[in-house]
């Protein structure tokens, strides 16, 4: 089952608790939090997951893209976050951070940047609840889509399959109505959608059409 996640990156940050309800029918809110060191810009961080935490009923999938993720991530899963992920190449110690989200009660999650191969972390995969293989590079919504993740997304999902897990696979960046089907068919499960979601007219309607295409 296909799961797509809005991205509030491309809301009007004036307005989230409205842009968060306006998305009804999604799986999860996606939570970019960047602190302009880890990737060129900025955008949110705990005391805004606390609030949208209390706006939506919708769970939060937060995709921290900053540095020392070891210090900060178990805090974002203690604020309300569902599922908190991490930056491997952010992380010092990315099997102790994942005991630690897990331990506060949310899934635990790691994302690969665009140059960052999965091989080298095929043993901790266990480890997890989800991967997310980054298709753009992190930093700003609204960018195309890399074809050449594809087939990263392939082996990820292979490796995945042979270790018999039953984790989630996401994709991010540049995820449309004109993308989607061809990460669902690589081995994606998870979609998260920015600016396909919310530069639509009717974002709802946005989720359930990249939903329907996802599963096709
Ligand atoms: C980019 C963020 C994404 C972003 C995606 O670094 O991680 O979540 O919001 O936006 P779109 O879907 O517009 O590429
Ligand atoms: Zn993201």
């Known amino acids: 089952m296909a799961q797509i996640n809005p991205s509030i990156l491309s809301a009007d940050f004036a307005r989230l608790a409205e842009e968060a309800q306006a998305v009804d029918g999604a799986d ?11 990737v060129p810009n900025l955008t949110l961080g705990l005391p805004v997951v ?19 993720p070891d210090r900060w991530a178990p805090a974002y899963a203690e604020a309300g976050a569902g ?5 491997v190449e952010a992380a010092a110690a990315p099997v102790r ?6 331990a506060q009660g949310a899934r635990a999650s790691m994302a690969l940047r665009p140059a960052t ?23 700003f919504g609204g ?8 087939p990263k997304i392939r082996r990820a999902r292979r490796m995945m399959d042979r270790h018999g897990l039953e984790m989630w696979l996401q994709v991010d960046g540049g995820v449309s109505a004109s993308t989607i089907e061809r990460c669902a068919e690589a081995g994606a499960d998870v ?5 396909a979601v919310y530069n639509a007219d009717d974002p709802a309607g946005a989720v359930a059409a990249l939903r329907e295409q996802a599963e096709r």
Request: hydrophobic share 45%; net charge negative; aromatic share 8%.
């Open 97 to 102: 951070l994942a005991r630690e989200i897990r």
């Open 83 to 87: 599922s908190v992920t991490f930056h």
């Open 28 to 38: 999860w809110l996606h939570v970019d939090v960047m602190d302009n060191h880890f």
């Open 143 to 150: 960018q195309a889509f890399l074809d050449i993740m594809l």
């Open 50 to 68: 606390e609030s949208l935490r209390k706006a939506t009923d919708t769970p939060l999938d937060c995709h921290l893209m900053i540095e020392q």
């Open 191 to 195: 979609f998260v959608a920015g600016s």
């Open 117 to 139: 191969p999965i091989e080298p972390y095929e043993d901790l995969l266990p480890e997890l609840d989800m991967l997310l293989i980054m298709t753009v590079e992190p930093g």
